[in-house]
Nanobody, 114 residues
Framework: VQLQASGGGLVQAGGTLRLSCVAS??????????FGWYRQAPGKQRELVAF?????SYGDSVKGRCTISRDNAKNMVYLQLDRLKPEDTAAYYC?????????WGQGTQVTVSS
């Protein structure tokens, strides 16, 4: 399974971030996979941003500003993060959990300028 994320870059504080991630490879039923986003800032641990499986979970630092969605027909997951803050600066990673295995994308850098 391969994950390819896109949409990162330099964004202004107060703006909106939109990321997408596409999964490819041996996935029998994408709709049965958990799919989500994590992020890691320099010197910090990787943290949950949002995850979609039978339910949706959001990290505490993004609750109320974040929306995760998915298109199972396209094997894609999307992330929208509003009202961006400089502390949202991080490498964002998409994750897929399928058949008890976890897969990670390569990460896309997001830098929020104040």
């Amino acid at each position: 399974v391969q994950l390819q994320a896109s949409g990162g870059g330099l964004v202004q504080a107060g703006g909106t971030l939109r990321l997408s991630c596409v999964a490819s490879g041996s996935i029998f039923s994408f709709r049965n996979a958990g799919f989500g986003w994590y992020r890691q800032a320099p010197g910090k641990q990787r943290e949950l941003v949002a995850f979609s499986s039978n339910s949706i979970s959001y990290g505490d630092s993004v609750k109320g500003r974040c929306t995760i969605s998915r298109d199972n027909a396209k094997n894609m997951v999307y992330l929208q993060l509003d009202r961006l803050k400089p502390e949202d600066t991080a490498a964002y990673y998409c994750q897929l959990v399928y058949m008890l295995r976890t897969y990670w994308g390569q990460g896309t850098q997001v830098t929020v300028s104040s």
